[in-house]
């Protein structure tokens, strides 16, 4: 109850969702994250699941914000943060990834440098533990962006990333999400979708974004989504923004979202408040569910949704984190 009663207090002093975005101020901050977007109400969370959500978030933030407190870069305090999310197995990413149609898990990764656009990404890794560092190790060990499968593994295991058997992604919940939607017959369960990102701007004003996923639950023939697509679901570039986003990965790679946003404000010289709103707005007439966070090279901080809620928070250099779970935060 308590967490109820403070992510509504926290909710009333913010905007979140896209409908009241341009009407408040947005806070500033060095790092903002993302859980996953989807049916996340307050009839469908419980007070104790609420309590979890929030305080991985918040663990998530601090551990971040203190690597660029202590002079660290955006994209250690990003890959840190993601980390943290990855271990939990409340979001679909790492330890909580979602089942594919053969019951199998195939997570998908991406890091990005606002500074050089250096970037890494990965997709189809099934037993490495935090895919969220094999994005990282091809950005800083490999020539390069995108590795897949079985080549993506290997280069992994030869970078001395932690590997784990397939059955430390089990989790009952995932497992029975799978067999719900292969009974109503649905490609793709859309409920909480639980992808997990983050964005951070560090003191020395560089940008970094980061996505990872378990993707989709009931996916097949290797189907990739967003995340791992530089310019869809992750995209950085300093002196313009960084952009993480989850979502029906479909859509935001056909919108390439990310990268959208960014031209807006590059060249359209819009504020990343309207950027990111229009083009999570547009989506949803597309039929494109999910929303972004986002960072403005002044750490103006953007989340914007167009699902009925999305887990998310941000810090600031000094200060507390805030939380947030369901639209009307
Ligand atoms: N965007 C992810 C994908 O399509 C899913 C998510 O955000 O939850 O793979």
Known sequence: MFFRFFILFVGSILFMNCTSISSKKSPKAVLVIHGGAGWISRTSVTDSMEH????????????????????????????????????????????????????????????????????GAATGISTIKNPIQVARAVLD???????????????????????????????QNNFDKLLEAKTSMKEVKQDKLGTVGAVALDQNGNLAAGTSTGGMTNK???????????????????????????????????????????????????????????????????????????????????????TIGMFRGYIPLEGEPVVALYGDD
Request: aromatic fraction near 8%; include cysteine; charged fraction near 20%.
């Open 220 to 306: 097949r023939y290797g189907r990739i989504g967003d995340v791992p697509v530089i310019g869809a679901g992750t995209y950085a570039e300093n002196g313009v923004c960084g952009i993480s986003a989850t979502g029906h990965g479909e859509y935001f790679i056909r919108y390439v979202v990310a990268h959208d946003i960014a031209a807006r404000i590059k060249y359209d010289h819009q504020s990343i408040e309207q950027a990111s709103t229009q083009v999570i707005q547009t989506l949803k007439t597309k039929g494109g569910l999910g929303g972004v966070i986002g960072l403005d090279a002044t750490g103006t901080v953007v989340m914007p949704f167009n």
């Open 52 to 119: 979890a959500y929030a305080e991985t978030l918040k663990e998530s933030l601090l551990k971040g914000r203190e690597i660029i407190k202590s002079g660290g870069s955006s994209l250690d305090a990003v890959q840190i943060a993601i980390e943290h999310l990855e271990d939990s197995p409340l979001f679909n990413a790492g330890k909580g990834s979602v089942f594919t149609y053969h019951e199998t898990n195939e997570m998908d990764s991406a890091i990005m440098d606002g500074a050089t656009a250096n970037a």
């Open 141 to 171: 060990h490999s020539v390069h962006v995108f590795l897949s499968g079985s080549g993506a593994e290997e280069f992994a295991i030869e970078q001395g990333l932690k590997q784990v058997d397939s059955s430390y992604f089990f989790t």
